[in-house]
């Protein structure tokens, strides 16, 4: 039963976040004791300019935000484990031996001049979302004294993830502005997306300007007495369970309903997302509407794969060979890339010669147009 109720906290800390992106240190802090993680971020990273956006972190250290900082500034264009995170599924759960070796990992500059002087060895990561050349990630490290990942971790972080992603897609929909709980409806009514108060029956309580439009159109939602579906049977189920679900709070509702497909009858395609209203600050808005929870409905992107995963699949290169291949076209030649990726120089060379003879290159000039190509294409 304690077990229940902290997942039960931390998920409600998550959910409130979603409505106030002031409250993210804190949730994160809840997910950092929940898995037993020293510290953690939400983060995106791009795979072709390396770029880092820090949406929100939480480290217990002092030193913390100092290296932090030095990661946006500095190492995140060395981080090895990038880009390899972008090729694992949405919300799988990826530990460092995942992606490379410990034993390459420990030689790399990014592990002995970021990881080390913090005492952090290991960590977990996860796509929340994936673009066509970035990935939304959220990374929870482990500290030295606890040693690598362990099963419970990995157990823990697997069941924050889904909630993670909810809170974080949610938030992106509402443009990460505060929200006032009390007073979704009034808040979210201009909202550009469709939003959605319901009950646990589907039954609509309020639905903002755009939702109205929703369903006046009669191509993705229909409101048939007054109760929320979809005209497809089994999207239309979904919903209903995780309406349902909501009921008994935020950890019932686990994974369903955090990015519910949704096809129009013209073939258009969108995504519904569902904030439970039944803990944590949302309660008030739960109680105020007499609402289970709110939903939010938006266009669906293009799914493209991402130029590393494009090119490892057209080329047939291994996870080694990828991280040879974007160290070189993002750090330089040979001599450069050795002591970030934390092998001998020799090591680079192998891996690159057997890059140019898959990809039919012969020159790094090369290799800095094909990837600049796949980019463009895609």
Same mark, same amino acid.
């Given at each position: ?5 902290? %997942? ?41 300019? $390396? ?84 990935? /939304? ?29 909810? *809170?974080? %897609? @949610? ?25 959605? @108060? ?23 939602? &229909?409101? !048939?007495?007054? &109760? ?7 999207? *239309?189920?979904?919903? #209903? ?25 013209? +073939? ?12 944590? /600050? $949302?309660?008030?808005? +739960? ?5 289970? !929870? !709110? ?29 040879? #291949? ?27 010669? $057997? ?24």
């Amino acid at each position: 039963m304690r077990e229940a109720e902290e %997942l039960s906290q931390v998920v409600g800390d998550i959910y409130d976040a979603s409505l106030d992106p002031a409250l993210w240190p804190t949730a994160i802090e809840s997910v950092c004791r929940y898995v037993g993680a020293a510290s953690a971020a939400l983060h995106s990273e791009d795979a072709i300019s $390396r770029a880092t956006d820090a949406l929100f972190w939480w480290g217990g250290a002092s030193s913390a935000a100092y290296y932090f900082q030095a990661y946006i500034e500095k190492y995140r264009k060395i981080n090895p484990i990038f880009p390899g995170v972008i090729f694992f599924d949405v919300e799988q759960p990826v530990a460092v031996p995942d992606v490379i070796s410990c034993e390459e990992f420990v030689q790399t500059r990014f592990f002995r001049e970021w990881l080390a002087p913090q005492s952090l060895t290991d960590g977990l990561f996860s796509n929340l979302e994936k673009g066509v050349t970035s990935c /939304a990630v959220f990374t929870a490290m482990r500290h030295a004294e606890k040693g690598p990942v362990d099963d419970r971790m990995r157990h823990r972080f697997e069941l924050i993830t889904p909630h993670v992603r909810r *809170s974080m %897609l @949610i938030g992106k929909v509402i443009d990460l502005h505060r929200v006032e709980a009390a007073a979704l409806a009034d808040t979210l009514d201009e909202l550009a997306s469709a939003m959605f @108060i319901v009950d646990s029956t589907a039954r609509i309580i309020h639905a903002n300007v755009a939702g109205h439009r929703l369903i006046g159109e009669a191509d993705v939602l &229909r409101a !048939a007495g007054g &109760r929320l579906s979809a005209f497809d049977t089994k999207s *239309s189920q979904n919903l #209903l369970d995780v309406f349902a679900a909501a009921q008994a709070g935020d950890a019932a509702v686990g994974k369903g309903g955090i990015a519910v497909p949704l096809t129009a009858r013209t +073939g258009g395609r969108y995504v519904a997302h569902v904030l439970p209203l039944t803990s944590g /600050a $949302r309660r008030k808005a +739960g109680v105020s509407y007499a609402a289970t !929870a !709110a939903m939010f409905v938006r266009k669906a992107g293009l799914d493209l794969p991402s130029p590393p995963e494009a090119v490892a699949s057209e080329f047939k290169l291994t996870p080694a060979e990828v991280r040879v #291949l974007f160290a070189i076209v993002q750090i330089g030649g040979v001599p450069e890339v050795a002591p970030v990726l934390g092998v001998s120089e020799q090591t680079v060379k192998s891996h690159l010669h $057997r890059v140019y003879e898959k990809t039919a290159t012969k020159r790094q000039a090369d290799l800095v147009k094909l990837v600049a190509g796949y980019s463009a294409k895609l």
